[in-house]
């Protein structure tokens, strides 16, 4: 097992109450790793607490990257928010976090 | 082929002045853009304005304007920027007084109006996209209702003769595909040319975000000399072709891995990025390191512009009062932890009135949640935060007040206490006509 962070790496974008989360193979051959283990049910389950909307996963082949939109997770909307992290900007580091088998690599 | 470049000389409104400076100097362009305004920054702008008349603009306007005008007027340097606010005409006005006084008088300044369609909204009593409710139900909360308008009125304002363009409420990548409507002449409904400039625009509007800043990870992602992080350079072929780069010598780094992070940045569905002048493509996007520094950015495409425009409603939503206090060494945690105890113990009992509350521990909880953050070590410091929503400023204060007063009455050794409390304004959207808003663009004489 190794950390999403050893393969891949992230970007937290805000638009209203919705975050959306980049995450991007560091290498190609590792895109099919992250299509088969990074899902949007996990995604969701890991952002337990956070993401209280759903999660819906674009893939990106040509840039070896996948797209987590993640709507009802920024405490109401950026610019209404209590959080101290408002735009969920810190989110991308959290996801980096996940275990991904790399059996067979 | 004839091509262009275009400079990005700030990301928001705050931005570092000096790289859009360096970018004017020595980085070869044609075009200076400088993106300035946040998601809700056109309605403070509008308090502003509704307080003084000539108020209403980017408070940093006078400053980016003064650093930049003379080397882009000796150059031949086009100036677009969104630094208008909620108020472009008194922009160009001060901008034209700054021009004169740095002995510039011959640059000519437009201002592009009509992005205000606050009375068209009202007339037709639009519906609020992000919870129920319409434009008139929000009543005297309403502050103001921009439409983000396309790259037509700026590039119309370029083909006049424009040296300098300045937009209040507009979509951010049309800032750039302005410059290559005009340069390039390209047809408002070459949707394939609009979906690719559209990227071009969408990668270089938060300028340092793809020359390395919101980027570094030491040992994983590392990037040199962030204290002098250059902006970007987008060099635009009339074909769409692009290439992404940055002055020589300059901080940071244009790389494979800045583009794909930012072209994600901010994107839900790829496919159909919604813009005033298209719906851009993103999906087939092709990012390739051609030199140090240098990478091509290719395949973007578009489809047919939708009938509606979105419009970024700002209105008096609450008011947020806040306090914070810190605690260290053994037992920080559980000192922290009875903190936010006897705090929200005391909300309850002093009638404290709040519609939403938050008890963090900042270094434990406060960006993730408790569960996310489960696993996690107890930190030598951590610092107890309580924030709540309000109707009143009154009570808002009062948070910050239940947080001050565990100085003599809370757990051991608390320290360093803040407290605020303010008026939100926030931003709602609705999806308006199209042919309702109606964009122009004036001249001011400098």
């Known amino acids: 097992m190794v950390k999403l962070r050893e393969i891949a790496h992230s970007r937290t974008g805000d638009k209203g109450n919705t975050s959306n989360i980049s995450v991007i193979a560091y290498e190609e051959k590792h895109y099919p790793l992250l299509k088969a283990q990074v899902t949007s049910e996990r995604v969701k389950a890991h952002f337990s607490g956070v993401v209280e909307g759903e999660v819906v996963r674009y893939e990106l082949p040509n840039i070896a990257g996948l797209n987590f939109v993640m709507t009802q997770t920024l405490g ?29 690599l | 082929m004839r091509s262009i470049r275009i400079g990005s000389g700030a990301g928001y409104s705050g931005d570092r002045i000096e790289p859009a400076v360096e970018l004017a100097e020595k980085g070869d362009i044609d075009y200076l853009v400088f993106e300035c305004l946040g998601e809700r920054t056109v309605a403070l ?6 307080k003084n008349p000539d108020a209403g603009y980017d408070p940093l306007l006078e400053d980016r304007m003064r650093a930049v005008l003379p080397v882009c007027a000796s150059k031949g340097i086009k100036i677009v920027t969104n630094m208008g606010a909620a108020n472009p005409l008194a922009a160009a006005r001060r901008t034209a007084e700054i021009a004169k006084s740095l002995g510039l008088p011959s640059l000519r300044i437009a201002a592009v109006i009509g992005d205000d369609v606050l009375d068209a909204c009202k007339d037709g009593d639009l519906p609020i996209m992000e919870f129920d409710g319409t434009i008139r139900q929000l009543g005297n909360r309403l502050l103001s209702a921009n439409a983000y308008l396309g790259a037509g009125p700026m590039a119309d304002a370029l083909h006049a003769g424009a ?18 409507i005009h340069a390039f002449g390209w047809a408002m409904d070459d949707w394939n040319l609009l979906g690719q400039g559209t990227v071009a625009g969408h990668l270089l509007e938060c300028a340092g975000q793809i020359t390395g800043g919101y980027f570094a990870d030491p040992g994983y992602k590392d990037i040199p000399d962030l204290a002098r992080l250059g902006f970007p350079i987008g060099e635009v072929g009339a074909d769409g072709s692009l290439v992404i780069t940055k002055v020589a010598g ?17 994107v839900h569905d790829p496919a159909k990025y919604l813009q005033p002048d298209v719906v851009a493509d993103f999906s087939q996007v092709r990012v390739e390191e051609i030199a140090p520094d240098r990478v091509r950015v290719s395949g973007g495409r578009g489809t047919r512009r939708t009938d509606t425009l979105k419009v970024s409603v700002g209105y008096v939503d609450s008011y947020i009062g806040e306090g914070q206090i810190s605690y260290a060494g053994p037992g920080a945690l559980a000192r922290g932890r009875l903190a936010l105890d006897i705090v929200r113990e005391r909300l309850k009992l002093t009638g404290v009135q709040s519609s939403e509350l938050r008890f963090d521990l900042i270094g434990v909880d406060s960006l993730h949640g408790a569960e996310v953050s489960a696993r996690a070590n107890e930190p030598y410091e951590i610092r107890v935060r309580v924030a709540g929503r309000t109707e009143s400023l009154r009570e808002a204060v009062r948070i910050g007040n239940e947080v001050e ?28 006509p199209r042919d309702l808003a109606k964009p122009s663009v004036r001249f001011v004489e400098a």
């Open chain 1, 76 to 104: 109401g909307g950026v610019t209404r928010s209590l959080a101290l992290d408002a735009h969920g900007k810190s989110l991308s580091s959290a996801l980096l976090e996940l275990e991904i088998d790399d059996t067979g």
């Open chain 2, 45 to 50: 702008a509008q308090q502003a304005r509704m």
């Open chain 2, 163 to 180: 040296d300098i363009v300045i937009t209040g409420r507009a979509s951010d990548p049309a800032l750039f595909l302005a410059p290559m």
């Open chain 2, 250 to 266: 300059s901080g940071g780094a244009v790389t494979a891995q800045t583009c794909k992070e930012q072209l994600l940045y901010e």
């Open chain 2, 405 to 432: 007063t565990l100085y003599t009455n809370g757990p051991a050794a608390g320290g360093g206490v803040t407290k605020s409390a303010r008026d939100v304004v926030a931003v709602a959207s609705v999806l308006l």
